[in-house]
């Protein structure tokens, strides 16, 4: 494994890139700002490279993008309601900055921080420390991300935090993938396969009701692979409220600490398939529905809506106010660790 770095200046401090280059060629980036994937290369069906992560041209473009492409939103990633949750009778708030909720751990988030980092072997690890009280959580909480690639086009990603205090934690990965190829256009011919046969019902601002849906005889079913395009324009709740896929999918068979394969995306123009295992209990899906506006992409051009899918790894929304969720709270003494894997092959 072949690991090249480099440095690019920003407001954020230099910004430090990794790339990971195997055997064949094939090669991830990562980058230090919001410990992010910003590169993805792998061969298609007839063996031609091309990348398939979305991204932007200049490495500063990633602070304070809405999309959050790449990136590691923390501390605790998707919504929570209002911005208020409780540990022991104590009440926290938290900014509001996704109409009347929290997303993705505030305004700055982990997404934003440029993360210390360090190269060895076939892995990069970077790690970030967040203040008690910082954004409004409870909590000196250190987080680490490692990201490993392989000779068989897996890209691992370990997400681990420990706080000095009872906090909340839920981490994940914002890449957005397009399995043609990141300049390719629209994803809503790939096909995706979810081992979920239950989802999230939220209300209009995207909030889990607290119901735990069976997705038989709903648009919301990949339980067999099916066209992202095919029902995401069906007069659906959870489509109308998005303007596309956006909603949590719960992990069938879900065990603390397994690791288990919860999606199949497939493109059969490219012949790339990308099967994503983690240990996290559910997976949030969403279907690049707001990219238009987003910084110039790596190929020149604005991304449009439905240029990408992100298929994202992690606890569940508003967990902290829901008892009927699995806990997000990370207590002294404890280490959250969850793991995600990306596997890129070919049909």
């Not at 910003?38 to 298609?44: E, N, Q, R």
């Not at 123009?269 to 910084?295: D, F, H, I, M």
Request: aromatic content about 8%; overall charge negative.
């Amino acid at each position: 494994m072949k690991i090249e770095s480099k440095s690019v200046v920003s407001p954020k401090g230099d910004i430090t890139l990794y790339t990971l280059t195997n055997a064949s060629g094939a090669s991830v980036t990562v980058s230090s700002l919001g410990a992010g994937i910003v590169s993805v290369v792998v061969p298609d069906k007839d063996g031609n490279k091309a990348d398939v992560a979305l991204g932007y041209a200049n490495p500063a473009d990633y602070i304070g993008d809405g999309p959050c492409a790449g990136k590691t939103p923390g501390r605790y990633a998707n919504r929570i309601a209002k911005g208020k949750f409780s540990i022991n009778g104590t009440e926290y708030q938290l900014a509001i900055n996704n109409g009347p909720n929290a997303l993705h751990g505030g305004p700055e988030g982990f997404m934003n921080q440029n993360w210390k980092s360090e190269a060895c072997g076939s892995h990069v690890k970077f790690t970030y420390v967040a203040a008690d009280g910082e954004e409004g959580y409870p909590g000196k909480l250190t987080a680490t991300v490692i990201y490993s690639w392989n000779d068989n086009n897996e890209l691992t990603i370990e997400l681990k935090a420990e706080s000095d205090k009872k906090t909340i934690v839920n981490l994940t990965n914002h890449a957005y993938f397009n399995l043609d190829g990141e300049n390719s256009g629209s994803v809503l011919d790939h096909e995706l396969q979810l081992m979920a046969s239950r989802y999230l019902p939220t209300d209009d601002t995207l909030i889990p009701t607290g119901e735990i849906a069976e997705v038989k005889g709903t648009p919301m079913d990949f339980t067999a692979p099916k066209k992202l395009g095919r029902d995401i324009k069906a007069d659906f709740p959870a489509l109308v409220y998005g303007k596309g896929y956006d909603n949590c999918w719960v992990v069938d068979n879900w065990h603390k600490h397994n690791l288990s394969k919860i999606a199949v995306l497939e493109s059969a123009k490219s012949g790339r398939v990308l099967e994503v295992e983690t240990t996290q209990p559910a997976v949030q899906v969403y279907t690049g529905n707001w990219l238009a506006g987003c910084p110039e992409s790596k190929s020149g051009r604005g991304y449009e809506d439905y240029d990408g899918v992100a298929i994202e790894c992690q606890g569940m929304p508003d967990a902290p106010n829901h008892r009927n969720f699995p806990s997000q709270l990370l207590g002294v003494g404890e280490v959250y660790d969850q793991t995600i894997v990306y596997r890129f092959k070919t049909k």
